[in-house]
Every structure is written in structure tokens, then in C-alpha cells.
């Protein structure tokens, strides 16, 4: 039996199918199977997996028409043998110590599922996503009793393992909606409300790819696909009676709401309120079942809730006035740094890396890091070389320079760059950050 059998659900992706593959075959885990499901590629993908599998033997391919993806992930479950699963998606690729490093995790701790952090990946640049909680590291525990608001973070189910048992006593896999989207986020609320023995790391592996995060779905039948997520859970939380309560609070606060939310501010416009009312029906419904407990809800979100339940279209109109704001707040800042020649950032931590990684998502490109001094500063940051403003070619008139620093250091660096003569300055505070993190351009 293989220590973790690895799943590619693989479709029309030949751009990148070379570099995922790689990433895989090369594992430092070397007990490994890896299973390709090509469904129904009409590019060059299947052709690539043939050439991987003449040079090694570990490569099973399933060849089949187009289904969608969760009757692939369905198909690759099917045939595994490993004690423990892995997925990777055909478009990401993953750090060569990925399985070998969670596999270890899990036979130590003997957990059912290991989950890990992510990368962002822009081009050739890689940015650290912590959605894991930092006291929740390096100890077993169970979600459903423990820390339901674990439920809310992003799904992300190709940066854990899962030991195949598990999913198989548990019934676990994907809903096999063809063409359907977000066919993981009730494999995800399936595996967590079942899981016991739950081990977060803080390690990063998997580099996924952000490709086009502003495409709004304009496909009618996408935008209430997600409606068959949900019932595909409440079908599975009825099946199960001993822990049917808590997680169907869960449910119905965490990810029905948060999810019926941000699908809301991506759908085409053409179809917000109908998507609305269909979202209202549902929540009138579970309120009269007695599924909103507000044990179970943050305070805004809870008030946001009643206010759908009370008046849909009031809601609809609130919540279109929340997106338009954030919008707004976001273009305001994107229209500024446009008009500069260039854009410098000064800082070298943890702010000045995100708001690198937000600008090259948005095809900016940076002149300079600047620091207050060399000394224990890198050289560069991402490929941006690193100076300080008096060496600095920075024209005070021209160009622009975003203060990304922790709000406690940024009083005293504005005051010193104003005394430089630098009349550019864009504070970049939390509210900003929170804008270009959830609205894309």
C-alpha cells in the first residue's frame, strides 16, 4: 500500500501541467501513487500525462469525457490505494517535501486529516497565506467540539492529506454536479464535522495559482450551483444524528452565510437579486426549522441575517451599498498610484510583502524597497532591490512611495519622509489591505 496516493484532476491546463507533474514525481516521498484524471482535455494535457507515465511506473492515468470535476475527484478516490490522500490541482504545483513532511506529521500524531497554509502564486511570485489559527498548531483536536470557527476558514482541500479509511468509513467525496463550481466546499464541511483527530501545521507546500480572481460567473446555471453544495451537506449531516445539531448551526452561521455572501459580490449583475431571493428562501426556511442560533453567529453577521429575514429587498440594497463602498474605497487608491511615474514601498516586513504581492496581481510593478537602513535588511525583496531614500533615485514629485509598515512604526516614518520633502505619501492602513484583499481589479 502506498504512504499517500496523490489526485490530479486534470482539464485543458497544458500550460502548466509540466510544472505541477514535476513538483509531484519528484516528491522527496518516494512511496507514492499518482493517479491523473484527465476529463475529456481537448488540448495537449492527456498527451503530457502519457509522456510522464512511460518514465515512471508510480503514474496511473484515468482517461474519460468531460463530467466536471467532482465526478473526477470521485473517480480518483475510487482507485486509490494509499493510506492516505493527497490532491493537487493541474494548474498549482507543490514544494518537493510537501507529502514526506505531512505524511510524517500524521503517522506521529495519528491524526485522520493534516492541513497546512498555502502560497499565492502571481507569475513568478510566491506569497505566504496563513488561514490557519496560530494556537491551534502542532495538537490534535476536533473541530465540531472544539472550534467551530475553524469551519469558516478558506476550503483549500489540496493543502492537507486525509487517511483513505477515514473517507471511506465516512462516506466522504464529492458531489458529481456536471459543470457544476465549488464542488469542494462540501467535501470540506463533510470531512471537518466528521474528523476526531484534526493536526494544523503552519508550513506552507502547495503554490496556488491566482489566475483571473476578478471573472465574475455569468453563466446562469453557475450561479446557483452553489445551492447544490449546500444541499449535498444537509443531505449528509442527516445521515448523521449524533453530531446533527452543532454542525448544522455551524452550517447554517459559518458557511451557508459567509459563502451565500461573497458569491453575492462576484455574480454577474443580471442575476444579484434573483440569486438574493433564492438566498433569502433558504434562510426563511432554516429560521422556521430553528437553525439560526445565535450561539453560533458573529454580532454583524447575525444582524445582517435579520435583516434578510425581515426585509430581503432592504438587505439587497445593503449589501450592494457595502460592495459598491469597497469598491470605490479600493479604485480610489489604484487610481492614485496610477497617475505617479513609479512606485516605491517602504518597509521590508510582513505589510511591505503583502502589498508587493497585491500590486503584482494587478500587473504594478515597483521601483524600490525602501528601508530606514541597509543593516539587517535583504538586498532584495521578490526581485526588488532594497535602499535606503538617500540613496534612493525617489523624485519627491513624481513618483509615489506606500507606507506599509505596523500602524505603531508609521507616525514616526511619515514624519521623517515629510521632513525629506516627500509629498507623495499613501498610508497603507488595515482598511486598505482588508479592500484589496477581498475586491480585485
Same mark, same amino acid.
Given at each position: 500500500? &502506498?504512504?499517500?496516493?496523490?489526485?490530479?484532476?486534470?482539464?485543458?491546463?497544458?500550460?502548466?501541467?509540466?510544472?505541477?507533474?514535476?513538483?509531484?514525481?519528484?516528491?522527496?516521498?518516494?512511496?507514492?501513487?499518482?493517479?491523473?484524471?484527465?476529463?475529456?482535455?481537448?488540448?495537449?494535457?492527456?498527451?503530457?500525462?502519457?509522456?510522464?507515465?512511460?518514465?515512471?511506473?508510480?503514474?496511473?492515468?484515468?482517461?474519460?469525457?468531460?463530467?466536471?470535476?467532482?465526478?473526477?475527484?470521485?473517480?480518483?478516490?475510487?482507485?486509490?490505494?494509499?493510506?492516505?490522500?493527497?490532491?493537487?490541482?493541474?494548474?498549482?504545483?507543490?514544494?518537493?517535501?510537501?507529502? @514526506?513532511?505531512?505524511?510524517?506529521?500524521?503517522?506521529?500524531?495519528?491524526?485522520?486529516?493534516?492541513?497546512?497554509?498555502?502560497?499565492?502564486?502571481?507569475?513568478?511570485?510566491?506569497?505566504?497565506?496563513?488561514?490557519?489559527?496560530?494556537?491551534?498548531?502542532?495538537?490534535?483536536?476536533?473541530?465540531?467540539?472544539?472550534?467551530?470557527?475553524?469551519?469558516?476558514?478558506?476550503?483549500?482541500?489540496? /493543502?492537507?492529506?486525509?487517511?483513505?479509511?477515514?473517507?471511506?468509513?465516512?462516506?466522504?467525496?464529492?458531489?458529481?454536479?456536471?459543470?457544476?463550481? #465549488?464542488?469542494?466546499?462540501?467535501?470540506?464541511?463533510?470531512?471537518?464535522?466528521?474528523?476526531?483527530?484534526?493536526?494544523?501545521?503552519?508550513?506552507?507546500?502547495?503554490?496556488?495559482?491566482?489566475?483571473?480572481?476578478?471573472?465574475?460567473?455569468?453563466?446562469?446555471?453557475?450561479?446557483?450551483?452553489?445551492?447544490? @453544495?449546500?444541499? @449535498?451537506?444537509?443531505?449528509?449531516?442527516?445521515?448523521?444524528?449524533?453530531? #446533527?445539531?452543532?454542525?448544522?448551526?455551524?452550517?447554517?452561521?459559518?458557511?451557508?452565510?459567509?459563502?451565500?455572501?461573497?458569491?453575492?459580490?462576484?455574480?454577474?449583475?443580471?442575476?444579484?437579486?434573483?440569486?438574493?431571493?433564492?438566498?433569502?428562501?433558504?434562510?426563511?426556511?432554516?429560521?422556521?426549522?430553528?437553525?439560526?442560533?445565535?450561539?453560533?453567529?458573529?454580532?454583524?453577521?447575525?444582524?445582517?441575517?435579520?435583516?434578510?429575514?425581515?426585509?430581503?429587498?432592504?438587505?439587497?440594497?445593503?449589501?450592494?451599498?457595502?460592495?459598491?463602498? /469597497?469598491?470605490?474605497?479600493?479604485?480610489?487608491?489604484?487610481?492614485?498610484?496610477?497617475?505617479?511615474?513609479?512606485?516605491?514601498?517602504?518597509?521590508?516586513?510582513?505589510?511591505?510583502?503583502?502589498?508587493?504581492?497585491?500590486?503584482?496581481?494587478?500587473?504594478?510593478?515597483?521601483?524600490?524597497?525602501?528601508?530606514?537602513?541597509?543593516?539587517?535588511?535583504?538586498?532584495?525583496?521578490?526581485?526588488? &532591490?532594497?535602499?535606503?531614500?538617500?540613496? /534612493?533615485?525617489?523624485?519627491?514629485?513624481?513618483?509615489?512611495?506606500?507606507?506599509?509598515?505596523?500602524?505603531?512604526?508609521?507616525?514616526?516614518?511619515?514624519?521623517?519622509?515629510?521632513?525629506?520633502?516627500?509629498?507623495?505619501?499613501?498610508?497603507?492602513?488595515?482598511?486598505?489591505?482588508?479592500?484589496?484583499?477581498?475586491?480585485?481589479?
Amino acid at each position: 500500500m &502506498p504512504k499517500v496516493s496523490i489526485l490530479i484532476p486534470i482539464y485543458n491546463v497544458e500550460k502548466y501541467l509540466r510544472q505541477c507533474l514535476d513538483s509531484v514525481v519528484n516528491q522527496t516521498l518516494k512511496d507514492i501513487e499518482i493517479i491523473c484524471i484527465n476529463d475529456g482535455s481537448t488540448d495537449n494535457s492527456l498527451e503530457i500525462i502519457k509522456e510522464f507515465a512511460t518514465k515512471d511506473s508510480r503514474i496511473k492515468i484515468i482517461n474519460k469525457k468531460n463530467t466536471g470535476y467532482g465526478h473526477s475527484m470521485n473517480c480518483g478516490l475510487e482507485i486509490s490505494q494509499g493510506e492516505y490522500i493527497g490532491i493537487i490541482e493541474s494548474d498549482d504545483f507543490a514544494d518537493l517535501n510537501m507529502f @514526506e513532511v505531512l505524511y510524517n506529521h500524521a503517522k506521529n500524531s495519528n491524526a485522520e486529516i493534516v492541513r497546512s497554509n498555502h502560497f499565492e502564486q502571481i507569475d513568478e511570485h510566491s506569497k505566504f497565506i496563513e488561514v490557519l489559527r496560530e494556537d491551534l498548531y502542532n495538537q490534535i483536536f476536533t473541530p465540531r467540539l472544539q472550534d467551530y470557527y475553524f469551519f469558516s476558514r478558506q476550503v483549500a482541500v489540496w /493543502s492537507g492529506i486525509y487517511k483513505r479509511d477515514f473517507l471511506s468509513k465516512n462516506e466522504i467525496n464529492f458531489t458529481e454536479t456536471p459543470g457544476a463550481s #465549488y464542488q469542494d466546499i462540501s467535501f470540506a464541511f463533510k470531512a471537518f464535522s466528521c474528523v476526531d483527530r484534526l493536526l494544523l501545521i503552519k508550513d506552507a507546500f502547495v503554490h496556488y495559482r491566482v489566475d483571473n480572481p476578478n471573472s465574475s460567473v455569468k453563466s446562469k446555471q453557475k450561479v446557483y450551483c452553489i445551492f447544490d @453544495e449546500f444541499d @449535498e451537506i444537509e443531505k449528509f449531516l442527516l445521515k448523521r444524528k449524533e453530531f #446533527y445539531n452543532p454542525c448544522r448551526y455551524i452550517f447554517e452561521s459559518m458557511i451557508k452565510f459567509q459563502r451565500c455572501e461573497y458569491h453575492f459580490s462576484r455574480i454577474d449583475d443580471q442575476f444579484k437579486f434573483d440569486f438574493l431571493q433564492r438566498m433569502s428562501k433558504e434562510f426563511q426556511k432554516d429560521n422556521a426549522a430553528g437553525y439560526l442560533n445565535k450561539n453560533f453567529w458573529q454580532e454583524d453577521k447575525w444582524s445582517d441575517v435579520q435583516t434578510l429575514l425581515l426585509d430581503e429587498k432592504e438587505y439587497f440594497y445593503m449589501l450592494c451599498r457595502k460592495i459598491k463602498l /469597497s469598491r470605490m474605497y479600493k479604485n480610489d487608491f489604484i487610481s492614485k498610484i496610477k497617475s505617479f511615474e513609479n512606485i516605491y514601498i517602504y518597509g521590508a516586513g510582513k505589510v511591505a510583502n503583502y502589498m508587493l504581492f497585491e500590486l503584482f496581481r494587478r500587473h504594478f510593478s515597483v521601483k524600490e524597497i525602501i528601508v530606514s537602513q541597509l543593516e539587517n535588511n535583504p538586498s532584495f525583496l521578490e526581485g526588488i &532591490p532594497v535602499n535606503v531614500l538617500e540613496k /534612493s533615485n525617489f523624485d519627491r514629485e513624481k513618483d509615489v512611495i506606500l507606507l506599509a509598515l505596523k500602524e505603531k512604526d508609521q507616525p514616526e516614518i511619515l514624519y521623517k519622509l515629510s521632513n525629506e520633502g516627500c509629498r507623495n505619501i499613501i498610508i497603507v492602513t488595515k482598511e486598505l489591505r482588508r479592500e484589496l484583499l477581498y475586491y480585485y481589479i
